[in-house]
């Protein structure tokens, strides 16, 4: 029970925070011209949303036209949704280690640097450094895919506490709450991408 009401709470706080007018009137673009694009150009211009993995715009293409970025977004979920198992499994590991070899190394997209970043990922201390290589060894020892979060609607000390409390949970919840925390970083991806300059 604890389990499917901590799961409802963050769907309601990812849906306030992320679905409220401030974050959809700062991303109203031409949807006209986003329907209008081919399939090369929209996955040029989206494929890099889902981390590593263009075949999510390339197959959302296909549920054109889109009335809203919301609805766009909720097409590529879908997509996700729908993918076989090992696709789904694929994309949950396609994404970096918080502060992991792949950061120390340069070797991140450019989305993946500037999220971590925002939460101050990019500065930690020796023994926070320490603490986090630990949490993210033991999370893909327990269950076979990266501890995934949406930094940017967590302070540093918000991720240090979930990943200790979602390391005592099971492979299932956690394996649902990457792909939620997958899909809220996707939508936040969207709406910076699409936002006015």
Do not use: C
Request: proline residues 5%; hydrophobic residues 45%.
């Amino acid at each position: 029970m604890r389990l499917h009401l901590g799961h409802a709470l963050f769907v309601l706080f990812a849906g306030l925070l992320l679905g409220g007018p401030a974050v959809a009137a700062s991303a109203d673009p031409d949807m006209g011209a986003i329907n209008g694009m081919d399939r090369a150009a929209f996955v040029q211009k989206f494929g890099g949303i889902f981390e590593k993995s263009p075949w999510v715009a390339e197959q959302a293409w296909d549920r054109k036209p889109f009335a809203s970025v919301d609805d766009m977004h909720a097409a590529m979920v879908n997509v996700v949704k729908s993918a076989p198992l090992p696709s789904q499994l694929a994309l949950l590991q396609s994404h970096p280690d918080l502060a992991g070899k792949e950061a120390q190394a340069g070797a991140m997209t450019a989305s993946s640097v500037s999220e971590q970043a925002s939460a101050g990922l990019n500065a930690l201390s020796k023994a926070e450094i320490t603490q986090i290589s630990d949490y993210n060894a033991a999370y893909r020892r327990k269950f076979g895919f990266p501890f995934i979060i949406a930094v940017r609607m967590h302070t540093k000390e918000g991720i240090f506490f979930d990943f200790s409390r979602r390391l005592q949970n099971d492979t299932q919840t956690e394996y649902a709450n990457d792909l939620q925390n997958v899909y809220a970083i996707t939508l936040l991806r969207l709406n910076t991408m699409l936002a006015p300059k």
